[in-house]
């Protein structure tokens, strides 16, 4: 079965600073990764996908992600983050032969201090 | 272009009753997915419906159950109410049925039982 993991539930870092959220993904086929942002009483709002073809994502609001096979993982960076960025954020897989289907991770927490 | 639109927004129903949710995916979109949202469990897909049909099921109790219309709209059903069914239920839409599908998710219905 395929699932992923957030390693951490919640992060704090200072404007401006690197954002890092991890991700690590079990899947025994090609996975299709997404992460997932949250803002408070609000619905999810995609940021980036893989779907098998560049292992380096670049999604909206300055976040990228880079698929690595070796490591079964895909972290979520920003070079700097902004007050703006304070949401819950989500990683997501597609199971093999279950398109339309999402498996989150429990999510993880940003907050970001001025 | 209107988003996925989730009514009602917020419910308060006593345990035992039944309860209706419903959801109105983005103009053109096939497929209409559902999700349920506790602090203790996350998010925990409940079931998808493509043209009508129900493709994917979570492992939801027979209480909850769910319908797509001919228009695409969906509801979902949940009976015989339990106070664990508080949540925050997200119903997510996309153009078609695919692993590599984004899927635009609405506000949510957030429901509370007394």
């Known amino acids: 079965a395929q699932s992923v993991t957030q390693l951490g539930s919640h992060v704090s870092v200072s404007e401006g600073a690197l954002v890092l959220l991890r991700c690590n993904y079990s899947?025994?086929?090609?996975?299709?990764l997404f992460w997932y942002v949250q803002y408070p009483n609000q619905g999810l709002q995609l940021l980036l996908k893989?779907?098998?073809?560049?292992?380096l994502v670049k999604g909206i609001n300055g976040f990228e992600a880079e698929f690595k096979k070796s490591e079964t993982s895909f972290h979520l960076t920003k070079p700097s983050a902004h007050m703006s960025d304070a949401a819950e954020y989500f990683c997501a897989v597609t199971p093999y032969n279950q398109g339309g289907k999402l498996i989150f991770g429990q999510g993880t927490e940003l907050s970001v201090k001025p | 272009k209107a988003g996925v639109t989730q009514t009602p927004r917020y419910l308060i129903k006593t345990r035992g009753q039944q309860v209706t949710l419903s959801c109105s995916p983005i103009?053109?979109?096939?497929?209409v997915s559902w999700y349920q949202q506790t602090p203790g469990q996350g998010l925990q897909f409940l079931f998808e419906?493509?043209?009508?049909?129900?493709?994917n099921k979570g492992n939801f109790p027979g209480r909850f159950s769910g319908r797509q219309f001919s228009n695409s709209r969906s509801e979902m059903n949940v009976s015989t109410l339990e106070l664990g069914d508080s949540a925050l239920y997200l119903c997510?839409?996309?153009?078609?049925?695919?692993?590599?599908?984004?899927?635009?998710f609405g506000q949510g219905t957030r429901l509370t039982v007394v």
């Open positions: 899947s025994s086929v090609p996975p299709y």
């Open positions: 419906y493509f043209s009508e049909t129900q493709r």
């Open positions: 893989y779907t098998s073809a560049a292992t």
């Open positions: 103009s053109g979109h096939r497929s």
């Open positions: 997510a839409s996309s153009l078609v049925q695919g692993r590599s599908t984004e899927a635009f």
